[in-house]
């Protein structure tokens, strides 16, 4: 069995030797200068196997008083992801955090907002939650599987920050882009327990992102004199929705430049396709793809009211998968929020056209040599 303090960070590293990204990231906690926060997260069935397979992408918590990982987590900072009664079996990056304290209007937003990225569709999970006065959601990334790790943990917590003990050291471009409000120290929770009272979330990172370009128009309440979306944090009004709207193929330079500037698709155009994926495109060839492309277009987002809406697009294994989620048409809300095509209504020619020739210039552009291979190879 493991000691907390020092083992499970020593056997984590060792367990992601390898890994092009956990490797390089975890390298800190050798030599003590980690400036992440490590946490470890108990998680139930079957919402860790849904974390494991991307369809949960947002981890909540509730609770009656404000105990970690309420005010805790923060971007960046990893969570090893144990299974109840069993071993550590992954980890993840925090992307994101939202801190309620819950009134109606809060429990509403949690519900109507993230209950599917939650995977909290079953009407028992809020009815096993109702009496929390606190709640936390985190957006991850990078969730990956690991070699399992088997820790001595005899207490009830369902959450354990491993380290810092305090929380307090967050790395130097989470701290220094941060506005005097949104700064977590100790001083500052009777300031921010206020703005918790009004039941928006309070996002740590948001600065830091606005700052950079990241900007989150994503169900965000925020509009404009015109009645289109703005930047949910900092307000930013950069979009012009209506040309969007248009879904003109000759202006996907635009197109491609707003997604890439949103927060929630900008990994989609950065990460790398995994080996599974990027053998399968250039094993297709261009037509073959165009073909898999189209057909997975209609069915996952080509009926009026698709079964699973919101997460019937897996996250890895397909290059046609990364373009969806990079393209804003992995479900039917992404596809009214970003292209105008209303819902409750079935994809016509036209519009499934449209929508592959996006998803194959995504291709193309992420996968040059695509362009080399004979078409229709098999």
Request: proline share 6%; with cysteine; glycine share 6%.
């Amino acid at each position: 069995m493991l000691n907390w303090s020092s083992e499970v960070p020593n056997n984590l590293v060792r367990v992601v030797k390898g890994d092009p990204f956990w490797e390089q990231y975890l390298r800190p906690l050798s030599d003590g200068n980690a400036t992440f926060a490590l946490h470890l997260a108990v998680m139930l069935e079957p919402f860790l196997t849904f974390m494991l397979d991307g369809r949960k992408t947002i981890e909540s918590r509730f609770s009656a008083r404000r105990t970690a990982p309420f005010d805790r987590v923060h971007s960046g900072d990893v969570i090893l992801l144990k299974k109840a009664g069993g071993p550590i079996v992954g980890l993840c990056l925090a992307r994101e955090s939202w801190f309620y304290k819950l009134n109606p209007e809060s429990w509403k937003t949690i519900r109507e907002e993230f209950a599917t990225f939650i995977c909290a569709q079953d009407p028992d999970f809020w009815k096993d939650r109702e009496h929390a006065s606190f709640a936390t959601l985190i957006r991850v990334a990078n969730v990956t599987p690991i070699e399992q790790i088997r820790v001595e943990k005899r207490d009830r917590r369902g959450w354990v920050v491993l380290s810092p003990p305090d929380g307090s050291s967050l790395p130097l471009w989470q701290t220094a882009n941060r506005s005097p409000e949104a700064r977590n120290t100790e001083a500052d929770i009777p300031e921010a327990t206020s703005e918790l009272s009004t039941g928006r979330p309070h996002l740590f990172p948001d600065s830091y992102d606005c700052v950079a370009g990241l900007h989150t128009y994503h169900l965000s309440k925020r509009i404009n004199a015109h009645g289109n979306p703005i930047c949910k944090h900092c307000g930013a009004d950069l979009i012009d929705w209506n040309r969007l709207h248009r879904r003109d193929l000759e202006d996907t330079e635009y197109m491609f430049a707003q997604l890439m500037s949103d927060r929630l698709r900008s990994e989609w155009w950065t990460k790398e396709f995994d080996i599974v994926a990027k053998k399968h495109a250039l094993r297709k060839g261009v037509q073959a793809l165009e073909e898999a492309a189209r057909a997975r277009l209609t069915k996952s987002v080509g009926a009026a009211y698709p079964a699973f809406d919101g997460r019937q697009t897996p996250r890895s294994g397909n290059t046609i998968y990364y373009a969806q989620h990079a393209l804003a048409c992995c479900c039917r809300k992404c596809l009214w929020y970003w292209h105008g095509i209303p819902l409750g209504t079935t994809l016509g020619p036209d519009s499934l056209t449209y929508l592959t020739q996006l998803v194959m210039k995504y291709i193309q552009l992420r996968l040059p040599e695509m362009k080399m291979m004979a078409s229709g190879a098999k």
